[in-house]
């Protein structure tokens, strides 16, 4: 059992029933729960959901290549590549839009 703060946290990964968590110090915890019970992360915390198997922390979101349909997320010189769907990159786009 460990206690990870929000901040720390890159992104996670569904794998089937458990979930990969990479965090900010370049550690990775698989968790024995699915992707779903995470969601609040993003109702409640502002993370991103981009794909059906992935939620990221926009904080450390760096670039997305709309071709291949993944993301790079970069902290300490460690970069993750994060897939994202159609549906995700319109809620990337909508995030990082700024209001006229």
């Known amino acids: 059992f460990e206690v990870v703060p929000r901040s720390d946290i890159v992104l996670l990964k569904a794998d089937g029933n458990y979930t990969l968590i990479q965090l900010s110090d370049h ?11 995470f969601e609040y992360l993003v ?4 993370f991103l959901k ?15 290549n709309r071709i291949s349909k993944h993301c790079i997320m ?3 010189g ?7 769907s159609s549906k995700g990159l319109k ?10």
Do not use: W
């Open 27 to 37: 550690r990775e915890l698989m968790v024995s729960q699915n992707i779903g019970k």
């Open 43 to 46: 109702n409640q915390c502002g």
């Open 50 to 64: 981009i794909h059906r198997s992935n939620i990221i922390n926009p904080e450390y979101f760096r670039k997305v």
């Open 74 to 76: 970069s902290c300490k």
């Open 78 to 84: 460690h970069e993750y590549r994060s897939k994202v």
């Open 91 to 100: 809620i990337l786009d909508d995030y990082f839009t700024i209001a006229e």
